[in-house]
């Protein structure tokens, strides 16, 4: 098969090759959802049009995410017989002088610059050396922000698609023992091997089998898999028809939320290209393997992310996990036939395990947990993005290094791993690895991949009150235990927040998580108590404040924090005064300002507004009925 495939990449590679030797600038546009939203698409008109207004003829491409979200909009300029240079915080009007200065004057901007390809250019740091990036290996994300997403030979040229050709000269035992080799775990929350799921499916007896692809991880924070889709889709496409060759099936679903249109756009155009060239459909590159492959849209719901309510979901039923027991979906799936069914990030790494080797894949990572991780690094951290990152790395590493340290040079409180189910773990365990493992054992998870930094400022009772709100919201009241503990937690949670806790809540809340853990049919219920136990089992301190002192230590809780005017810093500026929306202030030209309790809001307008040079506006921990 690969000899079939060869003459399509060799001209695939002649292309590219033709493209990075041109005599003409390359200009290479983030345009993924993160840098649209940041204004991708007018830097790139404003390119063009700068480039016709100046003469100039350059190449200008579209690229998927390039991970350092942090500085969108990124530009890429690669000038011939220049470096490639990577450029942030780009605006329309610094596109225009950009290429003025760059393509036109010779004048790189190395006060625009993020980082070069290498290290010739003055002052521009080498991206290699960058603290973060040093510590980024790419996998998953590995033609991300390179390639066109929307060309299947730049895919090619990269090596695509050599990973199928292989396969289809392999038996699908040979393909699995690879994968379980390997050491491949599932990149969902459980870390399952990917191996033997895949050999329970082929081991399963049926006329038909399916393939799914969950590219949606119902956490709405959580955008790897929609920037794989949308930066290099082909990588899944390629992953799913190894699968469906390894276990015997002739169909594919890649289940994605409606509310992702750039993803499902590149996807679709991915898979009519993987049609045109034989990589899809009918007799793939002459074997007589048939695969094909649809999309089918879902609504975001959180709970679609367990197996069975997947499956569901795609025969048109409502999407609920299916009461226990159950059998797996790997013996009895969609429409009752044997399905696999994993996600867009373990569909991402098997090819090229196929490709490369088993050996290649477990040399990085550690040993139980071979290969990367990709997180969305977000919250209070300096350098937010989407990075990927050999597991067991430390915390540390990925909070300090790659993520820039705290935002405002505050204390860093906890980190939140693995979405809206995720533990929150303490400074104490930032030497902890990152593995699903080492999670796990803290209390916390790999999950969907989201990692949020908080610091001093953040209350952490009202985190496990946010995150609790979310999972409630997003149960789908089948099961008791998650449709109701779920609810009774949340309103002890809010009774400690408004300074009602009583001292015997801290238990009851892990009891009731425990209990709740015990006796939920799927994972969201199973997972759902997991901020409110790893909150009480880290910062149960702050717990006891709200209850026994009646204080929210991080001045967070609005029924326990008030605002006061110290007279000897209050200038009477009037500033805090005019901008009350309900004229809780009073005072004169020259006199202290005061604030009325009893009317106060809590809305924070005063403290936001006071001048820094005067510090007047104080905000306190306490309840403000007891200072009236």
């Not at 063009?48 to 100046?54: A, F, I, S, V």
């Not at 991402?348 to 991780?373: D, L, M, N, Y």
């Not at 820094?612 to 403000?624: I, L, P, W």
Request: proline share 5%; net charge negative; aromatic share 6%.
């Amino acid at each position: 098969m690969r000899k079939v495939l060869e003459p399509l990449r060799q001209e695939a590679i002649q292309r590219w090759q033709a493209l990075q030797n041109s005599d003409k600038p390359v200009i290479l546009v983030g345009a993924a959802t993160c840098g649209r939203a940041s204004g991708a698409l007018d830097v790139m008109a404003a390119i063009e049009d700068k480039l016709r207004e100046q003469g100039r003829d350059a190449i200008v491409r579209q690229v998927g995410c390039i991970g350092k979200c942090h500085s969108e909009v990124l530009v890429d300029i690669i000038k011939p017989g220049r470096p490639r240079i990577t450029y942030g915080h780009i605006t329309p009007e610094l596109a225009k002088q950009l290429v003025e200065d760059y393509l036109v004057n010779d004048n790189p901007r190395t006060d625009l610059a993020v980082c070069a390809a290498s290290g010739e250019e003055t002052d521009i740091p080498c991206a290699d050396e960058l603290p973060d990036s040093k510590h980024q290996i790419r996998v998953v994300m590995c033609n991300c922000g390179h390639i066109d997403p929307g060309s299947i030979d730049d895919y090619l040229a990269q090596d695509g698609y050599m990973g199928l050709a292989k396969a289809l000269e392999m038996t699908p035992q040979e393909i699995i023992e690879v994968l379980k080799q390997s050491g491949l775990r599932g990149r969902g929350g459980a870390g399952f091997p990917a191996g033997r799921k895949w050999e329970s499916c082929l081991k399963a007896k049926s006329d038909q089998k399916y393939v799914i692809c969950n590219a949606d991880e119902g956490d709405p924070g959580a955008f790897m898999d929609r920037s794989v889709l949308e930066g290099d889709p082909y990588s899944v496409i390629e992953g799913m028809a190894i699968a469906g060759y390894a276990i015997g099936a002739s169909k594919g679903y890649v289940y994605v939320r409606a509310e992702y249109p750039l993803a499902i756009r590149q996807l679709r155009l991915a898979i009519q290209q993987a049609k045109e060239k034989n990589l899809l459909g009918k007799n793939i590159l002459g074997s007589g393997f048939d695969f094909e492959l649809e999309i089918f849209q879902g609504a975001g719901a959180f709970v679609c992310g367990e197996s069975t309510a997947l499956v569901l979901s795609i025969e048109g039923r409502r999407g609920m996990p299916k009461p226990l027991p159950r059998p797996r979906t790997t013996e009895e799936g969609l429409w009752g036939k044997p399905t696999l069914l994993n996600n867009v990030k373990t569909f991402a790494c098997v090819a090229q395990i196929i490709h490369r080797g088993a050996e290649w894949f477990k040399s990085i990572g550690t040993e139980k947990c071979p290969g990367t991780a990709v997180f969305a690094l977000t919250g209070k951290v300096n350098k937010s993005g989407l990075i990927e990152v050999p597991m067991g790395i430390q915390l540390k590493k990925i909070i300090y290094e790659i993520g820039g340290g705290v935002a405002g040079g505050r204390e860093f409180k906890a980190v939140q791993t693995g979405g809206p189910s995720g533990g929150c773990l303490p400074a104490d365990l930032l030497d902890l690895p990152v593995d699903f493992d080492s999670l796990t054992a803290a209390g916390s998870m790999m999950g969907s991949g989201g990692m949020v930094v908080m610091d001093d400022s953040t209350c952490m009772v009202d985190v496990a009150r946010y995150f609790l709100e979310f999972t409630l919201e997003e149960s789908c009241g089948q099961c008791t235990p998650c449709r109701v503990g779920t609810e009774q937690m949340l309103k002890i949670l809010h009774d400690i927040c408004e300074g009602k806790g009583r001292e015997e809540d801290i238990d009851l809340l892990v009891e009731m998580g425990k209990a709740i853990i015990d006796g939920s049919i799927c994972g969201l219920g199973q997972s759902a108590p997991n901020p409110v136990l790893s909150t009480i089992r880290y910062f149960r301190d702050e717990y006891e404040a709200h209850i026994r002192e009646k204080r929210c230590p991080a001045l967070v809780c609005k029924k326990l924090i008030y605002y006061r005017i110290d007279p000897d810093k209050c200038q009477a500026c009037g500033r805090c005064l005019k901008a009350c929306p309900v004229q809780a202030i009073t005072g004169a030209k020259k006199t202290p300002h005061v604030i009325d309790l009893s009317k106060c809001t809590k809305c924070g307008v005063c403290f936001e507004i006071c001048p820094d040079r005067f510090s007047a506006v104080e905000r306190k921990t306490g309840q403000a009925e007891e200072l009236n």
